[in-house]
């Protein structure tokens, strides 16, 4: 029996940080079990009247496995850049099963009875918006990685802010233009797409 | 994005809507490809703001979907669970396995002896009690940790032959290990304390194991002969330190439980949340209850062994005759050595829960092994455990 545990988190992320590209893919499929047993956990909770607090089941996840003295963090913001990564990682294998799956379309990011649509399929394209990322962080690596923070992880301005040298305004500054951004390459009329 | 292009378009997204425009025009002077960059950006705004977008975090997409994949799963369970226990009656067929005799039961279900007609084979069959049967998320969970221990294949842990269902009800038929459960081998009569510690130190090899792991939330196992078991320890050495020590705590389990899942032997931090989740979600369970107790009092810090007390006070209400699981796990913290003050803690609350009277009728060898324990100090007691397993083992 292969020894792909839990316990193997915190070699996985060490491995990772050194340069090896499976590892990733190892924690990816860790996290992934786990944030699974939790939302199972969670669902019977929800029954005695408990919400599902998302961002507090994904962070949650997280916090399991990995142990945290074991990995030396730079900071917080550091540990979340981490988990961002293996999420955004997750999410992209979820719209990829979805999609093979065509059971319910390719994963949207707005209800799909949202009027107006961006990608003409009911809403944001995951894997576009993805895709638009990749180009955000090659453009300006600091402004992706607050989208990754706030949108992916879930973190406020403020928690955002933490990331050395960046302050609660420039979080908002890049936010407020990011979303421009990203929106503006999803509907087709970026640099990229005109260039393209 | 150019600096100068950030810098317009933060200020002309203060401006009203209407008004942008001509302010660009203004602000770019003449800059005709500054002006369509800065613009095309703002013509954005309108569209994010009506999409929501970004608005929501990611993880809540992930929990969505997560939710969705998990009604899904629950909705494969059976569309309602009717009585299985009409059923489950000695003499009575199901399917084309007859039921024998009751193996015993625990928190979460029940076990059967029952004979394969068609293969002409005695089998445990297993269901769950009358209300979780009613219960869809704990008969997606039945399933689910059914399939998770089809799939492994250990000597310690008994095969699962089928997944069955008859009606409404779901049952498990698993190997029939025939014997004596350790618990019917401690109440027949007082075990000698050669036999146990060599029993207990198996465990501990087992559990001190480096390789003592296998990460795969491995469910355990039910009516274990007594002598099988002992063997088990030692072949034990691929499974979880915490698997082996359920192994040994609840050698009465004819019932299977989720065994933790990839702790650190010594990461209590976590095992204690697991532990405490698990009861959560089975808090008629008093051997975890139990077993968080010996863990918090493990920790020692005087908030964890305050709970501790409260822990086993509980467990000692709910099930008093069900000790097993705490004083072995003492005991088995005995032979290591370690945390004597959470020891001698948990040990005076265990004497607080109980009637010493009633204790010291009790003709089970971990009791009276508790009271005597309990009355002397500790690292003198460990000392005299350590020499009866040099000289016997």
């Known amino acids: 029996m292969k020894n792909t545990g839990v316990k193997d988190v915190t070699r996985l992320l060490l491995a990772w940080r050194n340069g090896n590209r499976a590892a990733l893919d190892k924690l990816v499929s860790l996290v992934y079990d786990e944030l699974h047993r939790l939302a199972h956990h969670y669902m019977r909770r929800e029954n005695r009247g408990h919400e599902l607090q998302t961002t507090e089941l994904v962070n949650k996840a997280w916090l399991r496995l990995v142990d945290m003295k074991q990995v030396e963090w730079q900071d917080r913001v550091h540990f979340f850049a981490v988990s961002a990564r293996i999420m955004r990682q997750i999410l992209v294998d979820i719209a990829r099963e979805r999609e093979s799956e065509k059971r319910g379309g390719r994963i949207t990011l707005v209800p799909l009875d949202e009027a107006l649509t961006v990608s003409g399929e009911g809403g944001t394209d995951f894997l576009a918006l993805n895709e638009a990322l990749e180009r955000l962080a090659a453009e300006d690596e600091r402004k992706a990685r607050v989208v990754e923070l706030r949108f992916i992880v879930g973190l406020s301005v403020d928690e955002t802010a933490e990331v050395p040298g960046v302050g609660a305004d420039t979080v908002i500054r890049d936010w407020r233009l990011s979303r421009l951004w990203l929106m503006r390459e999803l509907s087709g009329g970026g640099a990229h797409e005109a260039a393209g | ?393």
């Open chain 2, 1 to 393: 994005m150019k600096p100068q292009v950030e810098e317009l378009c933060l200020r002309a997204l203060d401006l009203e809507p209407d008004e942008r425009e001509a302010w660009l025009a203004t602000a770019c002077a003449g800059d005709e490809a500054l002006r369509r960059e800065v613009s095309s950006l703002l013509a954005q705004e309108e569209r994010a703001e009506q999409l929501h977008f970004l608005e929501q975090p990611a993880s809540k997409l992930m929990a969505d979907w997560l939710r969705d994949s998990e009604e899904r799963t629950l909705a494969e369970g059976p569309a309602e669970a009717a009585s299985p226990s009409a059923a489950f009656v000695p003499g009575e067929r199901i399917l084309h396995y007859l039921i024998l005799e009751p193996l015993g039961a625990g928190g979460s279900g029940r076990v059967f002896l029952a004979r394969d007609e068609k293969l002409l084979r005695p089998v445990a069959i297993k269901c769950l009690t009358d209300e979780l049967a009613q219960d869809k998320q704990w008969l997606a969970r039945f399933r689910r940790e059914a399939r998770a221990l089809a799939s492994l294949n250990h000597p310690s842990i008994a095969t699962i032959h089928a997944l069955e269902q008859s009606g409404d009800t779901l049952f498990l038929v698993m190997e029939y290990v025939e014997g004596q459960t350790l618990l019917d081998r401690f109440r027949a009569g007082r075990l000698p304390v050669s036999e146990t510690l060599a029993l207990y130190n198996r465990a501990i090899a087992a559990s001190h194991s480096e390789e003592a792991y296998n990460g795969r939330g491995v469910l355990y196992f039910y009516r274990h002969d007594y002598e099988r078991a002992a063997a088990d320890f030692q072949r034990a050495r691929d499974l979880h330190p915490n698997d082996a020590l359920f192994h040994a705590n609840l050698a009465n389990a004819r019932y299977w439980i989720p065994a933790l899942r990839g702790l650190a032997r010594t990461d209590y931090g976590r095992a204690i949340s697991l532990r405490r989740e698990e009861l959560r979600d089975t808090p008629q369970e008093p051997s975890l209850r139990a077993q968080l107790a010996v863990w918090l009092a493990r920790r020692g810090d005087a908030a964890d062994l305050k709970e501790a007390r409260d822990a086993i006070e509980l467990a000692l209400v709910q099930a008093p005759a069900d000790l097993t699981c705490l004083v072995s796990s003492v005991f088995v913290w005995q032979l290591t050595g370690d945390h004597e003050r959470a020891v001698s803690q948990a040990i005076e609350a265990v004497r607080k829960g109980c009637n010493p009277d009633e204790l010291r009728r009790d003709p089970g060898w971990k009791r009276s092994l508790l009271i005597r324990n309990s009355s002397r100090p500790f690292r003198q007691n460990a000392d005299e455990v350590r020499s009866w397993n040099r000289g016997r083992i």
